[in-house]
T-cell receptor, first 110, second 116 residues
Framework: QKEVEQNSGPLSVPEGAIASLNCTYS??????FFWYRQYSGKSPELIMS????GDKEDGRFTAQLNKASQYVSLLIRDSQPSDSATYLC??????????FGDGTTLTVKP | GAVVSQHPSRVICKSGTSVKIECRSL??????MFWYRQFPKQSLMLMAT?????????EQGVEKDKFLINHASLTLSTLTVTSAHPEDSSFYIC????????????FGSGTRLTVV
C-alpha cells in the first residue's frame, strides 16, 4: 500500500463544474497536508495547505481534511480549462519530509 | 513568496559526459533541499534529500556515485549527473524548504536533460 494514494484519473469535468480530487494517507503521524498543481512539462507549484480538520477555502479552491478517516480532498469550483493539470497530494509529519501521491490528472473541457 | 531558481532549464549532453544542475533559494534559507526525477507521464520520484553542510541522503536504488549532490550553503544545492547515459534523460526538479517543512515545498522550474 502506498503511503499517499490518489486516483490517477484522468478526471474529466465540463467547464464550470466542480472538480473533486481525493487523497488518502496511511501514516497517522502526518500533520501537514498540501496540494500541488503540475502543468504538463512544468514543475509542481503549491496551491493549498491544510493542517486542521475541516475545510479551508482559498478562492475557487477548498481543501478538506479528515484526520480520523486519513482523508484529504481538494474541490475546485467553477472549473476552468486552465485548471487542467495533474494535482499532487502530499502528507508531512512534523519536521519531516513530505510524501507525495502519484497525482490525479484533471481535464476541464470547454 | 518563496522563490527557487533552477538552472539550466534544458541541457543536451553527449553520452559519458557530466552535467551539473544548480538549485538556489533566492529569498529564504533552505536548510533542506530535495532532488526529484520525473519521466514522462510518471510521478515524481525522490532521489535524495540534501541538508546544508552534510552528506545527502539517497533513496534506495539511487546511485550516489552517479548523482553527486552538494549542499554547500543555505541557498545552493547542486546535482551532478556523472557519466551520463541516454537512460538518464529525464526531468530533474529540485525543491527547497525551511527546516520543518511545515509551509510546504517550493519547487524549482526543473531541468530537462537529454543525453545523446
Amino acid at each position: 500500500q502506498k503511503e499517499v494514494e490518489q486516483n490517477s484519473g484522468p478526471l474529466s469535468v465540463p467547464e464550470g463544474a466542480i472538480a473533486s480530487l481525493n487523497c488518502t494517507y496511511s501514516d497517522r503521524v502526518s500533520q501537514s497536508f498540501f496540494w500541488y498543481r503540475q502543468y504538463s512539462g512544468k514543475s509542481p507549484e503549491l496551491i493549498m495547505s491544510i493542517y486542521s480538520n475541516g475545510d479551508k477555502e482559498d478562492g475557487r479552491f477548498t481543501a478538506q481534511l479528515n484526520k480520523a478517516s486519513q482523508y484529504v480532498s481538494l474541490l475546485i469550483r467553477d472549473s476552468q480549462p486552465s485548471d487542467s493539470a495533474t494535482y499532487l497530494c502530499a502528507a508531512t509529519p512534523n519536521a519531516g519530509k513530505s510524501t507525495f501521491g502519484d497525482g490525479t490528472t484533471l481535464t476541464v473541457k470547454p | 513568496g518563496a522563490v527557487v531558481s533552477q538552472h539550466p532549464s534544458r541541457v543536451i549532453c553527449k553520452s559519458g559526459t557530466s552535467v551539473k544542475i544548480e538549485c538556489r533559494s533566492l529569498d529564504f534559507q533552505a536548510t533542506t533541499m530535495f532532488w526529484y526525477r520525473q519521466f514522462p507521464k510518471q510521478s515524481l520520484m525522490l532521489m535524495a534529500t540534501s541538508n546544508e553542510g552534510s552528506k545527502a541522503t539517497y533513496e534506495q536504488g539511487v546511485e550516489k556515485d552517479k548523482f553527486l549532490i552538494n549542499h554547500a550553503s543555505l541557498t545552493l544545492s547542486t546535482l551532478t549527473v556523472t557519466s551520463a547515459h541516454p537512460e538518464d534523460s529525464s526531468f530533474y526538479i529540485c525543491s527547497a524548504t525551511t527546516g520543518t517543512g511545515i509551509s510546504g515545498y517550493t519547487f524549482g522550474s526543473g531541468t530537462r536533460l537529454t543525453v545523446v
